[in-house]
């Protein structure tokens, strides 16, 4: 098993993306009352579906059926960034940091910037090798460039105070979530639409 980038070519460039979450709780109902309770088990993931374009040349066909067949079978994990979204649509730049230490399952993280910068909701950040998306408040930088972030979804894996953090093309490490796979072809030997499901991947233990 290796952890390969999502290729950059045009076999490989999206038609249509769907981003969403995946949710890790428990739940039950009152019976008398109709009253909901519900327990998170700290194990929020992003996820994506990606389906990729129509392909007529038979050497790009070759080299993505290739592709996804070996990330099937050996396991592979991918790293890929949140397309359409490479940097912030806030004003953070340069190259913030942790400033305190952050547990798995956090609902914010602590960000060393400059004063004033601004990150604001949707917003992709990178660390600890994964994606992190800015919750719906956003953030300011106030005095001596202190930024508390809000998640959108709980922090997956821990943070270290000092850890980098990207935020030009962030990139986040997803699993093959299809147990099968397979690639058609129609009329005129037109590869098909593959559509992919991808689940963040955080390993066990961290």
Do not use: K
């Not at 030009?168 to 072809?185: A, N």
């Amino acid at each position: 098993m290796a952890t390969l980038d999502w290729p950059e070519t045009n076999a490989f460039r999206p038609a249509a993306v769907d981003w969403g979450a995946s949710i890790s709780r428990s739940g039950w109902r009152a019976f008398y009352t109709g009253q909901g309770q519900y327990l998170s088990h700290a194990a929020d993931r992003l996820r994506c579906t990606v389906q990729l374009a129509p392909m007529v040349d038979p050497v790009l066909q070759a080299s993505r059926e290739a592709w996804l067949m070996e990330v099937r079978s050996a396991g592979h994990l991918v790293r890929l960034s949140r397309w359409g979204r490479p940097a912030p649509l806030g004003t953070l730049r340069g190259a913030p940091q942790l400033a305190s230490p952050a547990a798995a399952g956090a609902r914010t993280i602590q960000l060393q910037a400059q004063v004033g910068e601004t990150l604001v909701s949707g917003d992709m950040l990178g660390a600890g090798g994964t994606l992190l998306m800015v919750g719906a408040s956003g953030a300011l930088a106030g005095a001596g460039g202190a930024m508390t972030v809000p998640l959108a979804l709980q922090l997956p894996l821990p943070l270290a105070a000092g850890a980098p953090v990207t935020w030009l093309r962030p990139t986040g490490v997803f699993e093959l979530e299809d147990l099968d796979l397979s690639v058609s072809y129609g009329t005129g030997m037109v590869q098909s639409m593959p559509r992919l499901s991808l689940r963040q991947f955080v390993p066990l233990g961290v």
